[in-house]
């Protein structure tokens, strides 16, 4: 069985960093739950210091204190997938964006990973004393939207986003200490560490 942990992004990932993005644009595929990294590409070390600004920021309406996570697979060390996790919503992420942004990086797709990489981000809120998270995604993304129903989230929401994405949006509610109980005894096993 596979084995899976979160790393807080350093300066001796930059290179697989940077090959995880671009491995996005390869695919032509959306990039989300990177905390920007796609805009610090030539600026890697800009982006560990946004991190850490993201982190100790108070919360605004214009921005919110964040934590971003490597999915690392632990067989070969790689990174799988990322995630962004806001730790406070202002009122435009309550409407669109909610508390977590994800991904896998395209050629892993397909195995389960994200069930993974949100229990882990599940487990992040707990600490930080999230009882319930607001996630969205598109209505044509159902692998974004099957992975919070699989982790009990709740669809509360459906509408047509005229600002953001130009699509139909599905908006999602997950009990954070109910999803974590009822899905420990799939995924407590994958994890390898948790050094949140």
Same mark, same amino acid.
């Given at each position: 069985?596979e084995?899976?942990?979160? /790393? *807080?992004?350093s +300066?001796?990932?930059?290179?697989? &960093? *940077?090959?995880?993005?671009? @491995?996005?644009?390869?695919f032509?595929?959306? #990039?989300?739950?990177?905390?920007?990294?796609?805009?610090?590409? $030539?600026?890697? @070390?800009g982006?560990?210091? =946004? %991190?850490?600004?993201?982190?100790?920021? *108070? &919360?605004? /309406? @214009?921005?919110?204190?964040?934590?971003?996570y490597? %999915? +690392?697979?632990s067989?070969?060390?790689?990174?799988?997938g990322m995630i962004? +996790?806001?730790?406070a %919503?202002?009122?435009?992420? =309550?409407?669109?964006?909610g508390?977590?942004?994800?991904?896998?990086?395209?050629t892993?797709?397909?195995?389960?990973?994200?069930? #993974?990489?949100?229990?882990l981000? %599940?487990?992040?809120?707990?600490?930080?004393?999230?009882?319930?998270?607001?996630?969205?995604?598109?209505?044509?993304?159902? &692998?974004?939207?099957?992975?919070?129903?699989?982790?009990?989230?709740?669809?509360?929401?459906?509408f047509?986003?005229?600002?953001?994405?130009?699509c139909?949006?599905? $908006?999602?509610?997950?009990?954070?200490?109910?999803?974590?109980?009822?899905?420990?005894?799939?995924?407590?096993?994958? *994890?390898?560490?948790l $050094?949140l």
């Open positions: 069985m084995k899976f942990y979160y /790393e *807080i992004p +300066i001796n990932r930059k290179e697989e &960093a *940077i090959a995880y993005i671009k @491995e996005f644009y390869e032509k595929s959306d #990039i989300h739950g990177t905390g920007g990294l796609q805009r610090f590409l $030539d600026n890697y @070390e982006w560990l210091d =946004k %991190l850490q600004e993201d982190y100790k920021r *108070i &919360a605004n /309406e @214009e921005k919110v204190p964040a934590r971003t490597f %999915l +690392i697979r067989s070969d060390n790689r990174i799988i962004n +996790i806001r730790l %919503l202002n009122e435009k992420l =309550k409407k669109f964006g508390h977590i942004g994800y991904s896998i990086r395209p892993e797709r397909g195995k389960g990973y994200n069930k #993974i990489n949100l229990y981000g %599940l487990k992040v809120c707990q600490e930080y004393k999230i009882d319930k998270v607001l996630m969205d995604a598109d209505k044509d993304n159902p &692998a974004s939207w099957k992975t919070m129903e699989a982790l009990g989230g709740v669809n509360v929401r459906e047509f986003d005229e600002e953001n994405s130009h139909i949006v599905k $908006d999602y509610e997950i009990n954070v200490n109910e999803s974590i109980k009822n899905n420990s005894n799939i995924y407590e096993q994958m *994890i390898e560490q $050094d």
